[in-house]
């Protein structure tokens, strides 16, 4: 299981939204560039599944399993680059029998494959996104802050 320390920031029905560092963990991510660009600075917000009601302030301990984050990265990652070649190769194998330039219809199935596919992941989301089982999970609230004072567990 991979486990990240964040701080929660708000709770609403029965979710927790915590701010999470970006950690060393997240320097040696290839897509580390991407993030960065994408609008993720150092520190990146997460909604999770509040079992253990942490309240605002509480730090808490995230934790996402492994297999979870390879069907993510397999979801973000492959679909798009095997619907472009897909696309491609069928636009290549289809042109001639309409009388157009292949390569050229290859290009532009490849461009239609890829945009295709990401739009397709971008309206699949929302029913991604509510599985569980693709989300990280509070582990354990590492110390608790209600007014002025801390609890460390």
């Known amino acids: 299981m991979i486990k990240e320390t964040g701080t929660v920031v708000e709770t609403a029905d029965g979710t927790a939204c915590v701010l ?3 950690s060393v963990a997240c320097q040696g991510c290839a897509a580390f560039g991407v993030c960065h660009t994408l609008g993720g600075g150092s520190d990146a917000r997460v ?3 509040n079992d253990l009601n942490a309240k605002a302030g ?3 301990e995230l934790g ?6 390879v069907s993510a990265s397999f979801i973000v990652y492959m679909i798009p680059v095997a ?3 897909a696309v491609a190769a069928l636009a290549g194998f289809l ?8 390569e050229a219809s290859a290009a532009v199935g490849a461009v239609i494959g890829l945009v295709g596919s990401l ?6 989301h929302p029913v991604l996104d509510r599985s569980d089982n693709l989300k990280p999970s509070i582990t354990r609230i590492v110390r608790e802050k ?5 609890k460390k567990e």
């Open 146 to 150: 209600h007014g002025d004072e801390e």
């Open 64 to 69: 996402i399993h492994e297999s979870t984050l």
């Open 119 to 124: 739009f397709g992941i971008r309206l699949f």
């Open 83 to 85: 619907a472009l070649f």
């Open 95 to 102: 042109a001639p029998r309409w009388g157009w330039d292949s």
């Open 58 to 60: 509480d730090v808490v």
């Open 20 to 22: 999470v560092e970006r």
């Open 47 to 49: 909604t999770v599944k």
